[in-house]
């Protein structure tokens, strides 16, 4: 039996906000996945990454087009600000095309009272335009920064749960995805 070839997730951090708690929950969440067997992951951090708000082209834009195609699969952790998600992710989502298409993505949530769920559920409306498959399971943290130590731990275990079940089935969308793809092009 063949080694079986990891698939490539990138972890896209939507907030730019200053003071953002959102390295806390991706690195929590990187090291999750880091340990999920048959997987590589890379992180695009929104704040480092400066694409233009008017979707021009530009180095930034074909360096991101990029990456996005060259990978399998995403996660997005996406703050909730005012019932929305950011605006540096709308632009992420709105700066590339046919490199998103058919790819599965699933979603990491922080907020107050609502852990960002009504972001995703926005979010989940977005990459289905762009051709995406929105995996089911998602990791939602309210009152976030109640749920970190120090340390950037948690002990919130409904979300360790939610991410071992939400990176299984990234894997399998993404592997279902390149095997067909290695026959046949995507008819979006």
């Not at 997987?39 to 990029?66: K, Y």
């Not at 409306?125 to 399971?137: D, G, I, K, N």
């Not at 340390?151 to 089935?169: C, H, I, K, P, Y």
């Amino acid at each position: 039996m063949s080694e079986i070839e990891p698939v490539r997730l990138e972890l896209i951090i939507g907030s730019t906000r200053v003071g953002r708690i959102a390295p806390v929950v991706a690195n929590w969440f990187v090291e999750r996945a880091r340990t999920y067997p048959h997987v590589e992951l890379g992180v695009i951090d929104l704040l480092e990454t400066s694409l233009p708000q008017n979707l021009d082209d530009s180095p930034a834009t074909d360096a991101f087009r990029a990456r996005v195609g060259r990978a399998h699969g995403f996660v997005a952790v996406t703050s909730e600000y005012n019932h929305g998600y950011p605006a540096a992710l709308k632009t992420a989502f709105d700066s590339v095309k046919h490199e998103w298409r058919a790819k599965p993505i699933g979603f990491v949530s922080y907020g107050g009272v609502s852990g960002g769920l009504r972001a995703t559920e926005q979010l989940r409306q977005v990459v289905a335009e762009l051709h995406m498959v929105s995996v089911r399971q998602s990791v939602s943290f309210h009152q976030v920064r109640k749920k970190f130590d120090d340390n950037g731990r948690t002990t919130d275990a409904a979300a360790v749960d939610s991410a071992d079940r939400m990176l299984a089935q990234l894997v399998w969308w993404a592997r279902a995805v390149r095997l067909h793809r290695a026959t046949e092009s995507y008819p979006g």
